[in-house]
């Protein structure tokens, strides 16, 4: 047990070390992959959900999966919008026809 959270206190000093040290211009790039790699956790909130008979852990890995779900659709969601910001822009259908003006009378 003390061995595992030793691992764990030294997983989340190098985590936080390498995550501050990323440049803003990977941020998104990386948040979109590690939202792919997410998907993993969902099978294995699945795994540790499923394959036991105790109704507390069933209920640990459920909460686990809504969890682990919410993260992997909200990161693509949030990635969608970011990648819509660099997209062309289209015009509206009630613009389509209009002819612009610069706001001055003829």
Same mark, same amino acid.
């Given at each position: 047990? %003390?061995?595992? &959270? /030793? #691992? &764990?206190?030294?997983?989340? &000093?190098?985590?936080?070390?390498? %995550?501050? =040290? !990323?440049?803003?211009?990977?941020?998104? *790039? +990386?948040?979109?992959?590690?939202?792919? /790699?997410?998907? #993993?956790?969902?099978?294995?909130? +699945?795994?540790?959900?499923?394959?036991?008979?105790?109704?507390?852990?069933?209920? /640990?890995? @459920?909460?686990?999966?809504? !969890?682990?779900? /919410?993260?992997?659709?909200?990161? &693509?969601? !949030?990635?969608?919008?970011?990648? =819509?910001? @660099?997209?062309?822009?289209?015009?509206?259908?009630?613009? !389509?026809?209009? *002819?612009?003006?610069?706001?001055?009378?003829?």
């Amino acid at each position: 047990m %003390l061995n595992n &959270f /030793i #691992i &764990f206190v030294l997983a989340a &000093f190098v985590g936080t070390e390498v %995550l501050t =040290k !990323v440049p803003q211009t990977l941020h998104t *790039p +990386l948040m979109s992959g590690a939202n792919a /790699i997410s998907g #993993i956790t969902v099978v294995g909130a +699945l795994v540790a959900a499923g394959m036991t008979s105790d109704p507390w852990s069933t209920w /640990i890995g @459920f909460g686990a999966l809504v !969890v682990a779900t /919410i993260n992997v659709v909200g990161g &693509f969601l !949030v990635t969608d919008r970011m990648l =819509k910001m @660099f997209g062309e822009e289209k015009a509206s259908p009630a613009a !389509v026809g209009t *002819p612009r003006t610069n706001g001055t009378a003829d």
